[in-house]
């Protein structure tokens, strides 16, 4: 027979459900094979058959996955140990029964050395059976411990990437307080190798003061049962240290829980964090500085604006009862023609008393002395001509005069009066 015989479709893993158990037979007889299936079936099992019987066949059939394989002994140009080998050479798991009708109790003893779960002799078929179900459930849990220990493995790999990888260093202690397991930054820390470490405890490794704050947090630990974070300042070689570290309890299978400790080195970050404390404290003292120097001018300003204000009112007094007084006697005894000159000059000695002039120049200090000049003349309800003729100019220069001082006063309105607008600043 060059290929597998199937005796049923459902042995293609594609048609077959997860309780169906695909057997492999190896056997030259077909009235076997069926008998071998029937007891199967009998019994309750599941399963999905297919029948080789020579090796070439064998070998084919064997590029697919099967649960189980039962063997003859006899067969024609090769044996069941020949099948036994082959399997052993691939599967090591694959579980083999032989089943023989004539092989007697050497070649049992040989075949169970060989690699086969079991040897059930055809005239006792009662004891197939028991020996699948006996060979499947060893298998699943052969296949179950070794995946158990795969797992175990990449879960031992990952722990060591991660803590090998840690930017800091990391360590567990036992209930006893001795380290059990320390990473590569921790020997870097302490300057020795692993070897060195572990089994001792902190009064072993660390300065005593470090030691016993290391030491109660460690115990803060235990007595809580759990997790706390803390900074922790090392002085190691003349420099000083600073961790951020989490210890959190470690449970175990039995007994109390374990010390795990992690830590990130944030030296810089304290360095900076100092820094920035000291800077904020020295602009508080420059800012309470600046704040004292702000209320001693502000002081001195209050005193220099009563100043100006009685210097102000002196001069409106002096104005008022020296200076006018004495104008308006000579604008008596005057002719009539100077008249208008004296009214001039009456008028600007009250706008020096007058708010008038420093508010012009406040709110517009874009005006030239010129056009200020002119300001005072319109305010005074005097035309162009008379504004001509007081500043020996030409009517023409006058009237640029008064168009320049609109724009800079943002009257773009042609309909407000300037005189009016004049009048109303220093009110």
Partial sequence: MA???ETTPESNPDHTSRDTIRVLLVEDSVD??????????????????????????????????????????????????????????QEDDLPVIMVSGQAGEEAAVE????????????????????????ELAEARNRREAREARTALRH??????????HLPGPASIKDQSGRYVFVNQHL??????????????????LWPPALAARLAQDDERVRATNAAMEMVEEFELDGQHISFLTVKFPLPQASGPPMVASIALDVTLRRQAEERVRRTTEQLE??????????????????RLEAERDKVKQDLVRNVEQAVLPLIMRLRQSSDESTHR??????????????????????????????????CRLIRRGMTTKEIADTLTLSPLTVQKHREIIRRKLGLTNNHVNLNTFLRSIDR
């Fill in 3 to 5: 290929a597998p015989q």
């Fill in 111 to 134: 075949a169970m050395r060989a690699g086969a779960g079991d040897y059930v002799l055809k005239d006792r078929l009662t004891r197939l059976v028991p020996a699948v179900e006996r």
């Fill in 341 to 374: 000159n004296f009214d001039l000059l009456i008028a600007d000695l009250k706008d020096v008393t007058s708010p008038f002039l420093s508010t012009l120049q406040n709110r517009f200090s874009k005006l030239s002395p010129r056009e200020s000049e002119v």
């Fill in 285 to 302: 003292v420059e800012r309470e500085a600046l704040n004292n120097k702000n209320i001693a001018l502000r002081e001195v300003m209050e």
């Fill in 32 to 89: 076997d094979a069926e008998l071998l299936e029937r007891r199967l079936r009998k019994s309750g099992l599941q399963v999905a058959t297919a029948r080789v019987d020579t090796l070439e066949a064998f070998d084919r059939a064997m590029a697919d996955s099967w649960d189980l394989v039962i063997t003859d002994w006899y067969l024609r140009d090769f044996t069941g140990l020949d099948v036994i080998s082959r399997i052993r050479q």
């Fill in 187 to 204: 020997e870097h820390l302490l300057g020795t190798p692993a070897d060195n470490i572990l089994g001792r405890t902190v009064r072993d």
């Fill in 155 to 164: 879960s031992e790999s990952r722990f060591d990437l991660f803590m090998t």
